[in-house]
C-alpha cells in the first residue's frame, strides 16, 4: 500500500474506502467523514487495478491528487493505493500498512453492499469467510440496506446527514459532456482539478 497521505496516529479501527473517485464527489466525502462517528480512522483507497472495469477518464496520478486536494490535512483521513482490487486483497495491504490486530470495516452504498453480498465467489463458504477478516459500513443509498439473517453481525448502518442518492461521479461526467452545471456535486477544492481532468 502507497500513501499519498497518511493521518497521524494508530487507529485500533480503520474504515476503508476502496473507490474509482472518478472524480471524487461531495457524497464520497459526506460517507468518509460519517465513518469516523465510528471509526479512528477512513483510509479513502485507489486501487491501481480495478477487478471488474479499466480506468477511463481521469488517471491514476490524476484521482490521487484529486483526493488529496479534497482533504482537511487535520481530519483522520488517509489516501492510499492498493495493488490489486479485491476487498480482501485490499484487506491484507491494510493489515500490512496498520498492523495485524487493526480492526478493518469496508465503507460502501447500499448499492455496493447489494452487489457485494449478492457477488458469485465461486463456492459457498467464501462470503461468510471474508465477512470474518472485516465489516461492511453501509450508507443508505435510494434506501436503506437490510442484510441477509446470517449475515446481519458483520454489517453496520451508517447514517449520513443529508441525501445523496442523485450525487455520483457519472452525474458529474455526464454532466459535463451536456455542458450542464456540476460544481455542486464535487468538493470546491477539486473543481479546477475537475475542468483539467474532464472538459
Given amino acids: 500500500?502507497?500513501?499519498?497521505?497518511?493521518?497521524?496516529?494508530?487507529?485500533?479501527?480503520?474504515?476503508?474506502?476502496?473507490?474509482?473517485?472518478?472524480?471524487?464527489?461531495?457524497?464520497?466525502?459526506?460517507?468518509?467523514?460519517?465513518?469516523?462517528?465510528?471509526?479512528?480512522?477512513?483510509?479513502?483507497?485507489?486501487?491501481?487495478?480495478?477487478?471488474?472495469?479499466?480506468?477511463s477518464g481521469a488517471s491514476f496520478e490524476a484521482r490521487a491528487g484529486m483526493l488529496?486536494?479534497?482533504?482537511?490535512?487535520n481530519e483522520p483521513i488517509s489516501v492510499a493505493a492498493s495493488d490489486r482490487g479485491l476487498f480482501v486483497e485490499i484487506a491484507e495491504e491494510c493489515r500490512a500498512?496498520?498492523?495485524?490486530?487493526?480492526e478493518l470495516a469496508f465503507l460502501c452504498g447500499r448499492d455496493a453492499a447489494e452487489r457485494i453480498i449478492g457477488w458469485d465467489y465461486g463456492r459457498p463458504d467464501a462470503l461468510p469467510e471474508m465477512l470474518r477478516q472485516f465489516q461492511l459500513l453501509v450508507a443508505a443509498r435510494r434506501g436503506e440496506y437490510e442484510p441477509p439473517d446470517a449475515l446481519?453481525?458483520?454489517?453496520?448502518?451508517?447514517?449520513?446527514?443529508?441525501e445523496f442518492?442523485?450525487?455520483?461521479?457519472?452525474?458529474?461526467?455526464?454532466?459535463?459532456?451536456?455542458?450542464?452545471?456540476?460544481?455542486?456535486?464535487?468538493?470546491?477544492?477539486?473543481?479546477?482539478?475537475?475542468?483539467k481532468n474532464y472538459s
Avoid at 488529496?68 to 490535512?73: G, N, P
Avoid at 446481519?152 to 443529508?162: K, M, T
Avoid at 461526467?173 to 475537475?194: M, Q, S
Wanted: proline share 8%; net charge neutral; charged share 20%.
Fill in 152 to 162: 446481519r453481525a458483520a454489517v453496520q448502518r451508517l447514517e449520513l446527514a443529508g
Fill in 1 to 55: 500500500m502507497e500513501f499519498f497521505h497518511r493521518a497521524t496516529g494508530r487507529p485500533s479501527h480503520l474504515a476503508v474506502f476502496p473507490g474509482a473517485f472518478n472524480p471524487v464527489t461531495v457524497a464520497h466525502l459526506a460517507l468518509t467523514r460519517a465513518a469516523l462517528s465510528q471509526m479512528d480512522e477512513v483510509v479513502m483507497v485507489l486501487p491501481r487495478i480495478f477487478p471488474h472495469k479499466e480506468y
Fill in 68 to 73: 488529496c486536494a479534497a482533504l482537511h490535512r
Fill in 165 to 195: 442518492g442523485d450525487v455520483s461521479a457519472s452525474e458529474v461526467r455526464g454532466r459535463i459532456a451536456r455542458g450542464e452545471p456540476w460544481e455542486h456535486l464535487v468538493p470546491p477544492e477539486v473543481h479546477g482539478h475537475v475542468r
Fill in 97 to 102: 500498512a496498520y498492523g495485524p490486530d487493526v
